[in-house]
């Protein structure tokens, strides 16, 4: 668990320059964040890292690079126009409008994800709930759209209206065909995409967790329909391990448990194999960058949660400071979205499939969908850590893990008569990583300053280096120090990180 709220993150996140509120000189704009220095690196480097792990890594996904703005019926196929909602309440009295789901869960302590205007309107009649700004009553609840519209053209009419698109999966689905012929592909494959995304959220809250505009990383995963039970792949995540929250763990009031893939499958608590597969490998991917296992669990949709077309839904959920919340929802699908598309573009889908000599429609079995900025806050929180330094004060260390941290190497003289030979040093290892050169203030203040930015490691300039073309090495995470040869760094610097 965080040792800090969200809003002193969003502090620490502006101070060091990882992130800043959007237009700030204007007076902000609610919903929208900019990356800083140290973080656009970071977000670069989770990019990078889940293209790697999810594509370039894998002979059986596919990625693509789709427009933000598509045709205006892709949304409609998809059922975004008529219910990506939330539900609003409006004050009668100050105007003021809120999203009615949260409030009610703050207010009644009772989930109301998924519940409907109607029943919004009864539980505020029944609790004699009003405006929290000037105690109000509201009108009565409306149902809200959360796509952003656009114009397209230089007409203002019905015709050229469009939408920044919500999610990037749909562009999965209406390119299936396109990615299917031109890679040669075969199933089970998937098709994974990066990019922005846009919801025009009534409240945005919690920092960087709900956000306007933000980038999202998703796969839409294809198999056979009738090989829902055939994963090739999950033999090498049977001994997998984490933390499970079923469905019926949370109607009997139990607590989530450790359990491994092959217990969760015979068992029955995870339905299908492809399911517990790609569960188990976004868990993976989050701990392979760093993220402490405890803080992740994997916990099943209830009845009432599940959209109507999904038969199982599983969240992976990450244990903020504000509690548990989902980091990536993911539905077995079915065909559910292949065949929506069929239906409104009046376009054959299907593909062929030689064993049996027939067409068939794909089932989705999985949709891993991440947001980038939530797992960035993830791997924020996760490496949050504060230490004394030599006076007693408090000061940060971030311990991100070396291969996303946005600055690899610091490099420093001991003093500023060294300068030269640290330069030299510098411009050497800036060929491999990237490095920060500072000069100023205490050898501390430059290693508390380093530890903030969540620099893995600092090299150290001294006289002694003249002599023996040595320089020391720092630790973040140890503070332990050892000499190296000038002309080894570089090859011990890259065992390290
Ligand atoms: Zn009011």
Known sequence: ????????????????????????????????????????????????????????????????????????????????????????????????????????????????????????????????????????????????????????????????????????????????????????????????????????????????????????????????????????????????????????????????????????????????????????????????????PKNLRIRQHLKEEKSHYALDTWDLEYNFPFGWKELQGMANRTDFDLRQHIKHSKKDLSIFDQETNKKVIPYVVAEPSLGVDRSFLVFMFDAYTTRKDEKGNEVVVLKLNPKIAPVKVGVFPLVNKLEEKAREVFDLLKKEFTCIFDRSGSIGRRYARADESGIPYCVTIDFDTLNDKQVTIRDRDTAKQKRVKIEELIGELKKLI
């Open 1 to 292: 668990m965080a040792k800090i709220s969200i809003d002193d993150m969003a502090g620490f996140c502006k101070k060091k320059g990882f992130i800043f509120p959007n237009s700030e000189i204007y007076g902000g704009m609610a919903g929208f964040f900019d990356y800083g220095h140290l973080g656009s690196e970071l977000k670069k480097n989770i990019k990078d890292s889940w293209w790697k792990y999810h594509v370039q890594d894998r002979e059986d996904v596919i990625g693509i690079d789709g427009t933000i703005i598509t045709h205006p019926k892709v949304w409609v196929a998809s059922g975004h126009v008529e219910s990506f909602l939330d539900i609003m309440l409006e004050c009668t009295k100050c105007g003021e409008k809120i999203r009615a789901d949260t409030f009610i869960e703050e207010k009644l302590k009772i989930a109301a994800d998924g519940i409907k205007a109607d029943a919004i309107n009864s539980l505020i009649d029944d609790n004699n709930l009003v405006c929290p700004k000037c105690s109000s009553d509201f009108k009565k609840a409306e149902d809200f759209n959360l796509m952003f519209e656009i114009q397209v053209g230089p007409k203002k009419d019905s015709e050229s209206m469009a939408y920044l698109r919500p999610e990037t999966a749909q562009l999965m689905f209406t390119d299936f065909k396109l990615v299917y012929d031109s890679a040669r592909a075969k199933l089970p494959f998937g098709i994974a995409q990066m990019g922005r995304a846009f919801r025009n959220e009534i409240s945005p809250r919690n920092f960087l967790f709900r956000c306007r505009e933000f980038e999202q990383m998703e796969i839409e995963y294809f198999i056979h329909p009738d090989k829902v039970q055939e994963c090739p792949y999950i033999k090498e995540m049977l001994d997998y391990e984490f933390l499970v929250y079923s469905a019926s763990m949370q109607d009997n009031k139990k607590p989530a448990g450790m359990m491994k893939l092959k217990d969760a499958l015979k068992n029955k608590i995870i339905k299908t194999k492809w399911h517990a597969y790609w569960l188990s490998v976004e868990h993976k991917w989050f701990c392979d960058l760093g993220v402490n």
